[in-house]
C-alpha cells in the first residue's frame, strides 16, 4: 500500500498562473481533505469531501476550488496563484465514521509551492 | 467550533532528558485529542490519541499524553528522548459529533541536542 501520496513535491508558479495538485489514496477512504501548513499556524484546512462528487469548504477555501470525481482522487485547484499562497500543502484521507467512532486521518508527503 | 493552543512553539532538550509538550484546547462539546509527528520533510503521523476512558493515554516511541477534562489539556511527555525524537509536534481536537474536521495548533518543534 502506497497510502496517500501526492504529486507534484514542488512547484514554482508565478502570479497569476493556475495549477492543480493531485492526491490520491489506495486505502479506499471516504474522506479526503486538503490542508495548508504555514509557519506558526499549523495545518488550516482548505476544502474536504465526504465522498465521490461531494466537496465542501474549510477553514481557509478562498482562490481554491477542489473536484472528487473519484473516490481515490481529490485535486486542489488554484486558479490564479498568488504570493500569498505560497505554502505546504497536505491531503489526508480517512474511513467512514461509524457508531460515532474517531476519525484517524493519515497524511500524504506534502506539496511545497511557491508562488512568485 | 474547536480550537488547540500549544504554549510552546520551540522546546530545545538534550538527549536523555525528559520533554513535555503542552497543549490547551477549547471547545464547548465533547472532544477527541490527538498528538502528531511531523519528521522533517514529511508527512503528519498519527502519535496518539484520546477518545475516552482511562485519561493516560500512551502513544508510539514511549510517548504518553494525559487528558484533564477540568483543566481542558492534554499534554504529551516523553521520560527520555533521543536525538530522533527531533521534529515538529502538533495537537489536534474534533467534536465528537458527526464533524469530520480537525483543528490543530500552531505546533511545537522539539530539538534533541547530544
Known amino acids: 500500500n502506497a497510502g496517500v501520496t501526492q504529486t507534484p513535491k514542488f512547484r514554482v508558479l508565478k502570479t497569476g498562473q493556475s495549477m492543480t495538485l493531485l492526491c490520491a489514496q489506495d486505502m479506499n477512504h471516504e474522506y479526503m481533505y486538503w490542508y495548508r501548513q504555514d509557519p506558526g499556524m499549523g495545518l488550516r484546512l482548505i476544502h474536504y469531501s465526504v465522498g465521490e462528487g461531494t466537496t465542501a469548504k474549510g477553514e481557509v477555501p478562498d482562490g481554491y476550488n477542489v473536484s472528487r470525481l473519484k473516490k481515490q482522487n481529490f485535486l486542489l485547484g488554484l486558479e490564479s496563484a498568488a504570493p500569498s499562497q505560497t505554502s505546504v500543502y497536505f491531503c489526508a484521507s480517512s474511513s467512514i465514521i461509524r457508531d460515532f467512532s474517531y476519525n484517524e486521518q493519515f497524511f500524504g508527503p506534502g506539496t511545497r509551492l511557491t508562488v512568485l | 467550533a474547536q480550537s488547540v493552543t500549544q504554549l510552546d512553539s520551540q522546546v530545545p532538550v538534550f538527549e536523555e532528558a525528559p520533554v513535555e509538550l503542552r497543549c490547551n484546547y477549547s471547545?464547548?462539546?465533547?472532544?477527541?485529542l490527538f498528538w502528531y509527528v511531523q519528521y522533517p520533510n514529511q508527512g503528519l503521523q498519527l502519535l496518539l490519541k484520546?477518545?475516552?476512558?482511562?485519561?493516560l493515554v500512551k502513544g508510539i516511541n514511549g510517548f504518553e499524553a494525559e487528558f484533564n477534562k477540568s483543566q481542558t489539556s492534554f499534554h504529551l511527555r516523553k521520560p527520555s528522548v533521543h536525538i530522533s525524537d527531533t521534529a515538529e509536534y502538533f495537537c489536534a481536537v474534533s467534536s465528537t459529533s458527526n464533524d469530520y474536521k480537525l483543528s490543530f495548533g500552531a505546533g511545537t518543534t522539539v530539538t534533541v541536542r547530544a
Open positions: 484520546y477518545l475516552s476512558g482511562s485519561t
Open positions: 471547545s464547548s462539546v465533547s472532544v477527541y
